[in-house]
């Protein structure tokens, strides 16, 4: 087990119950005082997302189509997953089964042990297509409060929290415009912002930064990891970018084709904290893109359609 | 600035425009029928006394608020209906087709028969034919609002009902002013023809028996006026708009420029 | 609870495809809504039976389709049916020829269309009913009558989605179709008409409701020959069932046109979109 020790310089959810609000750990909390209190093995963690023999089928009869063949896999408290698989593999018809969008036809998944019914609470989602997921005739900063409103939330409260997901991102003097009004980049930040400010335990999210440019990209992946780091937070996170799967998580999931399975899991046993100039630059984390690709180039020359 | 000025100026440039020539080209008319503007202005001002209102004026706008006020409500309630349920659309379809393809004015016999005439009759004639319109834009605004936006809402917990009141209906309401929109018309219109068979007061039944008693002053002193009441109708609802959808505005603008 | 309603328009839910097979399903699409018809009709039936509203206004359902099928054996119906149905006709060719050419010139510039949409949204919302005593005193009673209220009416519709559309013709395939020197003619042929062709659909459904409206109408208030004349003299002679019957025959010709156009509309609509989709 060589990545347990590799991931000694976080702190886990464990220790606060499962859910840690940000807010209660707004101050920047030293990552070796946690560190300290943190389980050794990473196995240790519960469970807290599971996929157990996951099928979905869109359709019936001679329409149908299986997105997703039979998906196994598990996600512990406070791990970060990335998930790579060619396109149309059904990344996101998985992403919305596992937050209880969509029942799967065969299979099921499991929230802390036992089976999911209807929408996960404590999931947030950022989706692929942020553009539609905000709603126009909102401010940008009413966006990023409507989950927490009707949630019996103090406004000043709600207020807060929008205001500091919205400067996380940086986007802190946007709050009155109109997401139209922003740049496509822009609006991916409110969503993220948006799942932010909802302070989630898990946080899926489907190719967050593909439209972003490389700036802003590694600093949203940056700021993606920070978050992470303190507020120990389960992350699923579907790209298409290697390294970018690598750099991120803990774990890299490559899909197949459809019928979708789990081609392969490899661990990414990368130090953290991780940082874009250094990280990019070990020997392993070399390896390992290449690794993934290899798998990928592979699975791309058995594609039945290229 | 200019800028800003100019825009209503063009707009409004054209109806100038067409009221400026018909007062002049009309202004030499010995046409028994197309009277000169200036006589038409002062027949308009004659005929309209303060008990000529009360009369005629009052008892069709009121017919005329009621049932389309109870259209909005009915249409827009019956729309979201519809337009969350695949099922209540799919078995209702003969009914609701018919209904809204039944030229109103063949129901004013009907109307008559059983509300006997009078206002009751008129601002039920008004809700049925002003109902449909509004009816059949917001179910397909209800059904065109954008899943993404929705499951958003799903994911991250919002109720149900918050979700219809906060997501699905601000997503239809620019269908559902769309069809508000037309449905001035038609409830203008049907209260017209109420009021001109079956009524004994009333702005249709002023122009229909001006008419009759060739009175071609008093004939354009009515059309007038129901000009002017559509107008009225028409200018609440564009205003309406404006205050609930000011956003909508500015965001097709947008797309539009867009390339 | 509210995951069932994603599921089942997403079709994953494998309770409802496993139960209910496709041939169950094609039947309850067509019987289900045929159901609802007939129970109301049986509602109809039975309060008009028993009395709990006026039997004398509210005639039976069976009294009513009665009155229906005899009435639809005398010639004066058909002649009054051939009437309304004549005045549609030579209005909606009317509406055509001056419609779509007026509103393509109106929309084909920015300056023509920003000074007229406005008026002319004005304009569709003042009820056409309005005019019908002025065209009264110069047409009289007769066909003459009906057709030109009808333009009158539904001329607005066609004209202002004529306009739009051409405010939404594809600047690059009029650039293109400039380049490649296409002249005058062949471009609103080639280039303005089928790009058009979406909104003079939706245009020409709106207008050819509203025409059959005020072709009714017409002979309703001022009589003469026609649907209107026919149901004005039922209620006159108080049949109650042959009132009804008329009401309903001619909601059903409402039907018909509705449905025709609506299909043709949709058949524009998808052809337009396939079209798109091929282009890009
Ligand atoms: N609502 C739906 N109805 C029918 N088929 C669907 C539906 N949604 C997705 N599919 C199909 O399921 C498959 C997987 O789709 P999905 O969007 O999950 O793929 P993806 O991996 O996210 O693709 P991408 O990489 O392009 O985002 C595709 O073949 C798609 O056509
Ligand atoms: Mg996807």
């Known amino acids: 087990m060589m990545r347990a020790s590799d991931r000694d310089d976080r702190p886990t959810p464990t220790e606060s119950g499962f859910a840690m609000p940000i807010a209660t750990a707004s101050e920047p909390t030293s990552e070796q005082n946690s560190a300290a209190t943190a389980p050794r093995n990473a196995q240790e963690r519960p469970v807290v997302l599971e996929a157990r023999h996951l099928g979905v089928t869109y359709g019936r009869g001679r329409s149908a189509v299986t997105a997703i063949g039979d998906v196994s896999f598990q996600a512990r408290a406070g791990e970060f997953l990335s998930i790579v698989g060619p396109s149309g593999c059904g990344k996101t018809t998985l992403l919305k089964a ?17 089976p999911a019914s209807g929408v996960t609470p404590g999931v947030a989602m950022v989706f692929q297509e942020y553009t539609r997921s905000l709603m126009p005739w909102q401010k940008v900063r009413a966006n990023v409060e409507f989950p927490l409103r009707g949630t019996g939330l103090p406004k000043r409260e ?149 | 600035m200019i800028k800003k000025l100019i825009g209503p100026a063009t707009s409004l440039a054209a109806p100038v425009t067409l009221v400026a020539a018909w007062w002049i080209l009309s202004a030499g008319s010995t046409s028994p029928y197309f009277l000169p503007l200036s006589d038409i202005v002062d027949g308009f001002q004659q005929t309209w006394t303060t008990e000529r209102m009360e009369d005629d004026l009052l008892p069709t706008v009121r017919a005329l608020g009621v049932g389309f006020a109870v259209a909005v409500v009915t249409g827009i309630a019956t729309g979201v209906a519809l337009g969350l349920s695949a099922r209540a659309r799919r078995d209702l379809r003969p009914i609701t087709e018919f209904l809204r393809s039944m030229p109103v004015v063949a129901l004013v016999p009907i109307g ?126 564009v205003l309406a708009e404006r205050v609930l959808l000011g956003w909508h505005r500015q965001y097709r603008s947008l797309e539009r420029t867009a390339p | 609870m509210s995951t069932r309603a994603v599921v089942s328009t997403a079709s994953a839910d494998p309770r409802t495809g496993g139960m209910r097979s496709g041939a169950v399903r094609r039947w309850s699409r067509w019987a289900e809504p045929a159901l609802v018809v007939l129970a109301l009709a049986a509602c109809w039936q039975a309060v008009s039976v028993l009395d709990v509203l006026p039997r004398e206004d509210f005639p039976p359902v069976t009294a009513i389709l009665q009155a229906l099928v005899s009435d639809l054996q005398t010639s004066e119906l058909w002649a009054a049916v051939g009437a309304s149905m004549e005045a549609w006709v030579l209005g909606m060719l009317v509406v055509v020829s001056i419609g779509v050419p007026v509103g393509m010139l109106l929309g084909a510039s920015s300056i023509s269309y ?80 089928p790009s058009c062709l979406p909104y003079l659909s939706t245009g020409l459904r709106l207008s050819g409701t509203f025409a059959l409206i005020f072709a009714i109408a017409t002979s309703l208030i001022v009589g003469g020959e026609g649907l209107g004349a026919e149901m004005a003299r039922a209620a006159v002679v108080g049949d109650r069932p042959l009132l009804y019957a008329r009401v309903l025959l001619t909601g059903l010709i409402g039907l018909v046109v509705a449905l025709g156009l609506t299909t043709l509309e949709r058949r524009t609509l998808r052809w337009h979109v396939s079209q798109r989709g091929a282009q890009s």
């Open chain 1, 98 to 114: 596992l937050s209880g969008l969509l029942r799967p036809t065969t299979g099921e998944v499991r929230v802390n042990g036992t």
């Open chain 1, 158 to 306: 709600l207020a807060a929290r929008a205001a500091k997901a919205l400067s996380e991102v940086g986007l802190a003097d946007v709050g009155d415009k109109y997401p139209w009004q922003l740049s496509g980049g822009m609006q991916q930040r409110v969503a993220i912002a948006r799942a932010l400010a909802f302070q989630p335990n898990v946080l899926l999210m489907d190719e967050p930064f593909a439209s972003l440019d490389a700036q802003v990209r590694g600093d949203l992946e940056d700021l993606l990891l920070h978050v992470h780091a303190r507020t120990g937070m389960t992350i699923i996170l579907v790209t298409h970018d290697i390294d970018e799967s690598v750099y991120l998580g803990d774990r890299v999931i490559a899909l197949s084709h459809r019928p979708t399975r789990v081609r392969t899991t490899i661990d990414v046993d990368l130090p953290r904290p991780r940082d874009q100039i250094h990280t990019k630059a070990l020997g392993g984390f070399i390896d390992l893109r290449t690794r993934v690709l290899e798998l990928i180039v592979a699975e791309r020359s058995v594609d039945p359609d290229s």
């Open chain 2, 112 to 237: 008559l028969v059983v509300l006997g005439p009078g206002q009751r009759m008129e601002a039920a004639l008004v809700a049925f034919a002003a109902t449909w319109p509004i009816l059949v834009s917001t179910s397909d605004g209800v059904r065109a609002a954008d899943r993404v936006m929705i499951d958003t809402a799903r994911v991250y917990g919002v109720s149900a009902r918050r979700r219809l009141l906060r997501v699905t209906i601000p997503a239809a309401m620019p269908q559902v002013m769309a069809g508000v929109r037309i449905a001035v018309a038609a409830a203008v219109g049907t209260v017209i023809v109420a009021n001109m068979l079956a009524s004994s007061s009333g702005l249709g039944y002023l122009v229909i028996s001006a008419q009759q008693s060739f009175d071609i002053q008093e004939t354009w002193s009515g059309l007038l006026m129901i000009g002017l009441v559509g107008s009225v109708l028409t200018c609440t609802v």
């Open chain 3, 114 to 193: 920003r000074m007229s949409y406005l008026t002319l949204e004005f304009v569709r919302t003042i009820p056409g009913i309005a005019a019908l005593p002025i065209l009264l005193f110069i047409y009289g009673i007769g066909q003459d009558l009906t057709v030109s209220f009808v333009v009158l009416a539904a001329l607005w519709p066609l004209l202002i989605q004529a306009m739009y559309g051409m405010r939404d013709v594809d600047p690059v395939a009029i650039e293109t179709a400039k380049v490649y020197g296409v002249g005058h003619i062949r471009r609103v042929l080639l280039v303005d008409l």
